[in-house]
Structures are given as C-alpha cells and as structure tokens.
C-alpha cells in the first residue's frame, strides 16, 4: 500500500534529477516528481534469475523471506548508468544524480565512474554526482525536497549544494522484527541475535553521518520500539510541528497504523508518504521493517 501528496509540477526540461531504486519511491510517484532511475538488482540464493527492484510485487518478496529465502544484492553497475544517462545527455539534459549512501552501497562510486566518463563524451553537457549519505525513505525524502527546489526554479548548481547542505538533517530511524536478517549482514552477532530473539529484544537503529546502519539502542518489545522512534521527532526534530514525515515497511501495515497514530497523537502530524522498504534494503532489513524518516537538527 502506499500513500503520497498530489503534486502539480510542471516537469523541468533543463536539467534532469536521478536517484536510484534504493530511495523506495513509488515509480508512480517518482514519475510525478520528473524523477528518472537506475535499479539496483537482487537474486534468490541457488536461483540464476535477477530481478530488479518492482520486478516482483513487495508481498510476494517478503513471503518469500518469511518462507527462509535468502536474498542476495547487487549495486548497479556503470553500463546501468551509462545506459540511462546517455539518452538524457543526447536529449540535450544536463543530469543532478542523488546517489545512495556511499556507506552502505558502490552504487554512488559506479555512477561517479559512468558520469566522468559521458562528460569526456558530451562536453557540452553537465553531470554532478551527489551521495546522499541516505537509505531508503531518508534517500526519498531528500530526493522530494531536491525537487521541490527545482519546481522553485532553483538551478542544477543550487538544487546539487542544497542536498549538500541537507543531506545530515534527514533523521533515519530503524526497527526490525527478525535479527538475523541483521545477523547475516553483520549489524549483530549471532548471539544477540538469538539472545534477542529468545527475549524479544528490537533495535532502534538509525543510518550515521558516513552513511552507514548504526545500532543507538535497544528495547523489549515491538511497540515501544514503535514508540521510541515517534520520541525522535520531539527529541531532534528540526520543527516537531511540521512535516514532511516518511514512512517505509517490510510489509507490515499493522505497524504502520500504529505509528502513525502515536505521531498524530503526540505531534498533530500527519505522515506525508508511506511505501515498501525495496528488495534490495529489504533483503538485509527483512520482513517486518518499520523506518520513519523527518528532517532534524542532526542524525
């Protein structure tokens, strides 16, 4: 299920923004905001297909998780850029690239490496590179304000230093259901995960300064780790009282329901969008996800 704004922009021909599958956006809603992707890809273990991020509905892919499926990632690639830059740049586009998190992904280096070499191609053109040091609805939320900049009319060079400037107050805050989807990517020991396990122990997590998935702390049970994450807005919120609020899940809308209550309890605030954690952060966050995404003083 998702949710998000009716939005009314006028497209811009001038320059063009990308991001990369790993904002989990909506392709709707990315269509909307004249925002243009490349696809990280995922695979099953012992199976030889690769799908990309919307190749198999979030429902099906969470299933199969639950079923024992182990899901393994891959960043895209410099031919995946360079194949969807090109067009844009022949078209006579400039390009403002936002790329995942350099800290969790060699997506970003990838499209670093495609734009230096098109700009030796088509002089005449511009491609800027910016990591966003963000994950999922975080990614998604500094990819939304960056467009509502550009709709302002602000300028590739402005939009690029605005992300710059932005990029450390998008506040990322994480709980999982399962540990030893964390366990597999080495966020905890097979320990904790078990211990954590046997006593209903959640993480509240959040995505640092370089970009990466940090474990803050940790709490007995799933609905005050919910509630943990809601304090965050009062506690670092740059305006607890305005929004815009992001919210991705590993299907889980239950959970959804539940925070968005105690956000609109405790703050009056409406969440602005609501979508799937993707396949490929989903494969290593696994089934039952809850992230909460809103602009703060610091991380």
Same mark, same amino acid.
């Given at each position: 299920m998702y949710t998000?704004?009716?939005? $009314?922009?006028?497209?811009?021909?001038?320059?063009r923004i990308f991001a990369d599958s790993s904002c989990d956006m909506p392709p709707e809603v990315l269509e909307k905001w004249g925002v243009s992707t490349v696809n990280l890809t995922f695979h099953f273990e012992g199976e030889e297909r690769e799908y990309a991020n919307n190749q198999m509905t979030f429902g099906d892919f969470y299933k199969r998780l639950r079923e024992g499926a182990v899901a393994k990632t891959s960043a895209a690639n410099e031919a995946a850029f360079k194949a969807a830059f090109e067009p844009v740049l022949q078209a006579g586009e400039?390009?403002?690239?936002?790329?995942?998190?350099? *800290?969790?992904?060699?997506?970003?280096q990838s499209g670093a490496i495609a734009a230096e070499e098109l700009t030796e191609q088509y002089p005449d053109r511009k491609i800027t590179v910016v990591d966003s040091l963000c994950a999922s609805g975080g990614y998604g939320l500094l990819v939304y304000l960056a467009v509502q900049r550009r709709e302002a009319g602000e300028t590739l060079e402005q939009v690029a230093q605005?992300?710059?400037?932005?990029?450390?107050?998008?506040? &990322?805050? +994480?709980t999982v259901e399962d540990l030893q989807f964390l366990k597999r990517g080495g966020r905890v020991s097979a320990a904790a995960a078990l211990l954590g396990g046997l006593l209903g122990i959640k993480p509240v997590m959040h995505v640092d300064d $370089? @970009?990466?998935?940090? %474990? %803050?702390?940790?709490?007995?049970?799933?609905?005050?780790?919910?509630?943990?994450?809601? /304090?965050?807005?009062? $506690?670092? @919120?740059?305006?607890?009282?305005? @929004?815009?609020?992001?919210?991705? &899940?590993? /299907?889980c809308m239950g959970d959804v329901e539940i925070l968005k209550k105690m956000i609109k309890d405790k703050? @009056?605030? *409406?969440?602005?969008?609501?979508s799937y954690v993707g396949t490929v952060i989903g494969a290593h966050s696994g089934p *039952?996800?809850?992230?909460?995404? +809103?602009l703060a003083k610091e991380r």
């Open positions: 998000y704004p009716t939005l $009314e922009w006028e497209v811009s021909d001038v320059y400039d390009i403002l690239y936002v790329a995942f998190s350099s *800290g969790l992904s060699t997506t970003c605005y992300v710059l400037d932005t990029r450390l107050h998008l506040a &990322h805050w +994480f $370089e @970009g990466k998935l940090t %474990v %803050v702390t940790k709490v007995r049970g799933r609905r005050t780790s919910l509630q943990a994450m809601a /304090d965050k807005i009062g $506690e670092m @919120g740059l305006d607890p009282t305005k @929004g815009p609020i992001f919210i991705t &899940h590993g /299907d703050y @009056g605030l *409406g969440v602005d969008i609501v *039952g996800t809850m992230a909460l995404f +809103f």
